[in-house]
Structure formats: C-alpha cells, structure tokens
C-alpha cells in the first residue's frame, strides 16, 4: 500500500520474492540500496523505478521500519 511518501506491506505471498526476503507485514518501505523512496515522485512510484532499474537477479538490500526500529534485509538475486 502507498500513500504519498509511504509504502507499506500489507499482504504476503507465499514463497514469494517479498517472504523470501524477509519482509514481513506492516514494514514500511523505507530505502532500496540506500536511496530514499521520498525521494521525488510518490513513494511507490520511486520504489517501482528503483526496483525496475535494477539489473535482473542481482541483489541488494531494503531499509524497512518495522516496529519502530530500522532493520536492513539484504537481498539476493535469484
């Protein structure tokens, strides 16, 4: 879900690239590999750009506030 500057996990697949990872629900999306959503445009559309922009498989990592607390989540391309 996105909202502005937000984007939110509210629903998971299972064994999809997003549960693999290791987000979980309710993370907020803050960062992939350190560039800030807000930065520009909504948050979801930055996060598409980013996402889409990235060579295929390669891997990287997610900044996420879960529970108040930044967590990072390194991603590995498959």
């Known amino acids: 879900m996105a ?40 948050a979801c559309e930055t996060m598409r750009w980013l996402i889409e922009s990235r060579p295929e498989r390669s891997a990287g990592e997610l900044t996420v506030l879960r529970q108040g607390q930044r967590v990072t989540i390194d991603v590995t391309g498959r």
């Open 3 to 42: 909202s502005g500057t937000e984007v939110i996990v509210v629903q998971l697949f299972d064994d999809s690239a997003a549960e693999r990872a290791g987000l979980e629900l309710g993370d907020q999306v803050l960062a992939i590999d350190d560039r800030e959503l807000s930065a520009g445009g909504t």
